[in-house]
């Protein structure tokens, strides 16, 4: 299926996911990775059989559908763990941007500080956000320190 790294660096639960989607004539694909509350990751597939098909022009689409999907999947699908089970974690950027957030800079500010653009600094206080069930920076770095995330 499409391009994807030298088979020979491949795990063997890798190798046998792309021969099935070989045996079942898919030639073209790309994965998409969630990152979703309380750390976990989840990943969407789309595949197609056609061999015109590029995944990779469409790959802005399909990252926004992918997320819409599981958005709407996390609304129907029942949890297999109970919330005050779950743990909240922080990626070590958003664990940074909360730091500085922490000092008062703002996103333009954190972006110079960390060498990344202000939208990427935006994105990881998003997720933080998100993850910490919050809606502003403000609460998001207080919720964070209390459990000693950050």
Request: some cysteine; charged content about 25%; hydrophobic content about 35%.
């Amino acid at each position: 299926m499409g391009s994807t790294r030298s088979q020979d660096r491949l795990q063997p639960g890798e190798v046998r996911v792309l021969n099935e989607a070989k045996e079942a004539g898919l030639k073209h694909g790309v994965t998409v990775p969630l990152f979703g509350p309380f750390g976990r990751l989840c990943v969407v597939s789309f595949a197609s059989r056609f061999d015109d098909v590029d995944p990779q022009y469409r790959l802005s689409r399909l990252n926004a559908l992918a997320w819409q999907f599981h958005h709407a999947f996390t609304k129907i699908a029942p949890s297999s763990e109970g919330k005050c089970h779950m743990k909240v974690a922080l990626s070590e950027r958003e664990k940074d941007c909360l730091r500085w957030v922490e000092e008062g800079k703002s996103s333009w500010e954190i972006g110079v500080i960390l060498r990344v653009s202000e939208n990427t600094v935006n994105f990881h206080l998003k997720n933080a956000m998100r993850k910490l069930e919050t809606n502003s920076r403000t609460h998001c770095r207080a919720k964070a320190i209390r459990p000693g995330l950050i």
